[in-house]
């Protein structure tokens, strides 16, 4: 069961080490007063509104994907789709080098929400289409794989803890760093730490496509 936590914990902290509206809201807010909680609460906001997302994809996969063939195909999708979002990080940052100047972050690179931290993890991360589109097909792959559902509660709790404790590690040091002056990270660090969660990504998606097939779901 502990591979459940440890896979969950990963893949989260890949995908918040990737740059994105989360991210840059994080930064504005860690700017502000308080500034170093900004983190904290939006990552509360995001873990509130995911809890919501997994319950729902496990009550739809109960009540409508009863076929193992459907489960199966979705398990092998997730897995692809890992593997080319693991493709696109690693294309992306070898062809355009990140530059952060957390400083120089404004409202005005803010769209949507900008007000409360809580409210707009929430917002952000629902205004963000890819971040449905993770849901519904990597992270449903994922549950299928390792077998997670309303009958097996534990697995729900170590696979949701695992996700968001993933997020909280980066983003609540993120948040500190920003609020307390830091104004950059080292791009040639960064960029290999991305390359990493990239071939990552690829690894463990090539991983759920095999092992859907070699074991295939129980209903």
Known sequence: ?????????LIALTGALSPGPVMTFTIYKSVQKRGYLAGFFIIL????????????LLLGASLFLRDILILTIIGIVGGIFLVIFGILVIREI????????????EE?????????SFIGGIVVSLSNPFWTFWWAVIGLSFMINFGISFENPMGILLFFLGHELGDLAFYVPLS?????????LNPKIFKYVLIGCG??????????AINIIIFPPQI
Do not use: R, W
């Open 1 to 9: 069961m502990i591979e459940i936590f440890i896979f969950s914990f």
């Open 45 to 56: 906001g995001h873990a509130t509104l995911e809890f919501g997302m997994i319950c729902l």
């Open 176 to 184: 500190i760093f920003v609020y307390f002056g830091g104004k950059s």
């Open 108 to 116: 005005a690179d803010i769209k949507g929400f900008k007000g409360n």
């Open 199 to 208: 071939l990552f990504m690829i690894g463990f998606g090539i991983f759920l």
């Open 94 to 105: 070898i062809k355009n080098p990140l530059k952060f100047d957390f400083q120089s972050i």
